[in-house]
């Protein structure tokens, strides 16, 4: 951000929690506000989601991990490596 002056807000998933917070302290430095999936209900606690299918995964990068680390990983990812190429 530059000093001093106005400036649009952009938040995706967890930014877009921030963001609103951020609108709470400096609205009046902030033109507007976009938020991306800024909230949802998880799918998995209504039960209307498929189970989890992991397409790639990395045993020396889980590995690596902490326990607590690695549980939050597998619970949120398909791809479970280091690096993915497009």
Do not use: H
């Amino acid at each position: 951000m530059i000093p001093n002056q106005k400036f649009i807000l952009a938040g995706e998933s967890y930014g877009g929690y921030l963001s609103r917070a951020l609108i709470q302290k400096r609205s009046k430095d902030i033109l507007g506000l976009f938020l991306l999936c800024p909230l949802i209900y998880p799918g998995d606690r209504q039960g209307d989601v498929p189970p989890l299918t992991v397409i790639e995964k990395d045993n020396n990068l889980l590995e690596g991990l902490s326990e607590i680390e690695r549980t939050y990983f597998e619970y949120m990812t398909i791809v479970q490596s280091g690096f993915v190429s497009f």
